[in-house]
């Protein structure tokens, strides 16, 4: 039954159902209507935008009743199998509402209905050429059976869907919806969508209103390809799975035949079938075989894939979907974020890297009541036709219109950046047309989920994937933006403004060329001239620190700071900024920090320092300058103080980064507290 409490219709509500009469509903009615009934969404809606698609309330509840009687006398559940059965027998002829596939069985079609528990149903072969979805995963559909007896298998499969009808639109106006879009703006668009989904937009900020549209993108991007891992109980899947009937969620492994189609071209594949293939708890695809993600590889590239000598195309989209285990500050700090896929998947990072878009999981929260709306939306149906239609049109170009793409974004970031944000114009301005500041928004997260991909691929094989300093340029004003990953700190790590005096950044990069960024905090107290390490200071670390500490004592006098160091305590903290875990050697930083903390004087602003000494004082140079010289512009740094033997390996950095950060050349330790602080 239905509440007798009415939800209290706001202005979106009143201009949704004068502007898009007829293809809207309630969504607190889905959500009423479902009563246990394991019926995918757009069923419901297919019948609730049939019989409930009005604002009046009287017109509503006898819709409703309609709705509830129909899937009553229609809708099979799976324990009625035997009384539907019997009900085709005794009538002659049934109406239901089942999902139905296909399976070829000694050269005849034969169909499956699956609540309504008989394998062997007979249908006609016009059908099933009709509808290809028939026989990779079945469509639900309304059914017309006849019981007929069967002399061929003496009544053994009495049963015959005499007419077949897809629970979908039969017609669908794109230059409607479009000219009708224009009625609203962004924002209100952007909140009936999220409606449209089963979502309350009240409760998100813009960000995560995005991150949840970014959902949609592959229903309506061909050849998009989407991953998101998160925790458990946000609907990850749920876009795939409940919005659209063009959409498969895969649950398991699957083979290359399911996927791509069988070499004899007797069934096509999936990506040939539908829009959408999902793959949710990506972690149970340890068994899938690895000539799957070979020939999946090759798909997510170009689109096509070789069957026999046959090369042949698919334009469905991939979406998986996982489950983290840890929070994201922990994945980051101790490995990377595609740690939750399995092996035969993470291994291969050539797969990995034609990912388009990485969906921050973690960012979205876990359903609860307050999260699901009682206010209008498209009938999903409606919205999926929608979505279905933009597949055939391309806003790539857009972007070029306005902004370039910076130097770091090769021919694949390209693609993955422009494939996101013409998905996100479809969704948000199909018609095509948007402001500039809008066009921003949506460049920048398509930026940030590219970058993401990335960054854990520069984690995981090092320096090949080093570019990652994503940026985008304003052709009018020529200014160059950087855009970073939230959880890894981004543009803002390293402070533009000066420091407190006593505190320098350094780095370090070890022999696999991973970089660590590291923020050393230097403190004096009184005491008598020791060292006190803070107690997550140790390893290589702290020896290259107690190193420079005794230079620094041994040179006191001559430095001016006897005084000064015998009659303190030098207290250090290390924080490592990037969660790298690398074996770094940062002491001339901490060499630095000492003289700032001890003349009370701040270092320059935007500094980053690289190097280490002996115990004699004599300076010894970073093994490569390509790395930390990226990291550090990648994380705001304009100057980085480097080892006069380094010099020659400055040839080696891109003209990029040396634009926007300065080399500073030291050769001793005087040479180097010198140039570093504000003297």
Not at 73 to 94: F, L
Not at 124 to 143: E, K, P
Not at 560 to 580: M, N
Request: net charge negative; glycine share 8%; hydrophobic share 40%.
């Amino acid at each position: 039954m239905m509440s007798n409490t009415t939800p209290q219709l706001d202005a979106l509500d009143q201009k949704v159902t004068r502007v898009f009469a007829g293809k809207v509903v309630r969504k607190d009615l889905v959500r009423t209507v479902k009563v246990g009934a394991n019926v995918p969404v757009f069923v419901l809606e297919y019948l609730l935008g049939k019989y409930c698609a009005s604002a009046d309330e009287m017109t509503i509840q006898m819709g409703l009743q309609v709705v509830n009687e129909t899937l009553a006398e229609h809708y099979i559940r799976p324990d009625e199998a035997m009384r539907a059965q019997s009900k085709v027998k005794e009538r002659g002829r049934h109406t239901f509402i089942d999902k139905v596939s296909v399976r070829v069985s000694d050269s005849d079609y034969w169909a499956e209905a699956t609540n309504f528990g008989h394998r062997y149903v007979h249908i006609r072969d016009q059908d099933v050429h009709r509808y290809d979805r028939l026989l990779t995963g079945g469509i639900w559909a309304q059914i017309d059976m006849r019981f007929l007896w069967d002399e061929a298998t003496h009544g053994k499969n009495p049963f015959w869907i005499e007419e077949l009808t897809p629970i979908q639109l039969a017609t669908f106006d794109l230059d409607e919806y479009r000219q009708l879009r224009r009625e609203f703006t962004t924002d209100e668009w952007m909140d009936l969508l999220l409606r449209s989904m089963g979502y309350e937009p009240a409760t998100m900020d813009r960000r995560l209103k995005l991150l949840f549209l970014m959902r949609l993108v592959p229903l309506c991007e061909q050849n998009f390809n989407l991953i998101e891992l998160g925790p458990r109980g946000t609907g990850k899947s749920y876009a795939v799975q409940e919005l659209s009937p063009y959409a498969a969620l895969l649950t398991g492994p699957t083979t290359v035949p399911n996927l791509f189609g069988h070499m004899n071209g007797r069934q096509k594949g999936m990506v040939m079938i539908w829009d959408v293939v999902g793959f949710d708890e990506v972690a149970d695809l340890q068994r899938m075989p690895r000539e799957v993600i070979t020939t999946l590889k090759t798909y997510c590239e170009s689109g096509q894939f070789q069957r026999g000598q046959e090369a042949m195309s698919g334009y469905a989209s991939l979406a998986m979907f996982g489950n983290t285990q840890q929070p994201v500050d922990v994945m980051v700090q101790r490995g990377h974020l595609f740690e939750p896929l399995p092996d035969v998947i993470r291994n291969d990072m050539a797969f990995i890297d034609r990912l388009h878009f990485y969906l921050p999981g973690w960012e979205i929260p876990k359903m609860h009541n307050e999260h699901f709306t009682d206010h209008y939306g498209f009938v999903i149906d409606y919205l999926a036709e929608a979505l279905r239609e933009l597949r055939k049109h391309n806003f790539t170009e857009i972007v070029g219109q306005t902004f370039d793409l910076g130097s770091h974004l090769n021919a694949r970031d390209r693609k993955a950046v422009l494939r996101t944000v013409s998905g996100l114009i479809k969704i948000l301005h199909p018609h095509g047309e948007l402001s500039r500041e809008d066009l921003e928004e949506i460049l920048t997260l398509a930026l940030e989920g590219r970058r993401r991909v990335k960054e854990q691929l520069k984690k995981m094989g090092a320096f090949e994937y080093h570019q990652t300093s994503f940026s985008y340029v304003d052709t009018v004003s020529g200014e160059e933006r950087f855009v970073g990953v939230p959880e890894q700190g981004g543009r803002d790590l390293i402070a533009a403004d000066p420091l407190a005096p006593g505190t320098v950044y350094g780095a370090a990069v070890n022999g696999a060329g991973t970089v660590g960024l590291y923020r050393l905090e230097v403190t004096v107290a009184a005491g008598s001239g020791r060292l006190r390490p803070a107690g997550g200071v140790s390893g290589t670390i702290k020896d290259s620190i107690q190193r420079a500490f005794s230079y620094l004592q041994a040179n006191k006098v001559p430095l001016g700071l006897g005084r000064e160091l015998d009659t303190s305590d030098i207290h250090v903290q290390v924080i490592e900024l990037l969660g790298h875990q690398v074996d770094a050697e940062l002491g001339v930083a901490f060499y630095i920090a000492c003289c700032s903390a001890l003349n009370k004087v701040s270092a320059l602003p935007g500094l980053v320092v690289v190097g280490d000494l002996n115990i004699q004082g004599n300076v010894r140079p970073v093994a490569s300058l390509i790395e930390p010289m990226q990291v550090a512009m990648d994380n705001g740094a304009r100057k980085m103080l480097i080892p006069s033997e380094n010099r020659r390996s400055v040839l080696d950095v891109s003209a990029d980064v040396l634009e926007h950060v300065d080399a500073i050349f030291y050769g001793d330790m005087r040479n180097a507290a010198f140039k570093a602080l504000q003297v």
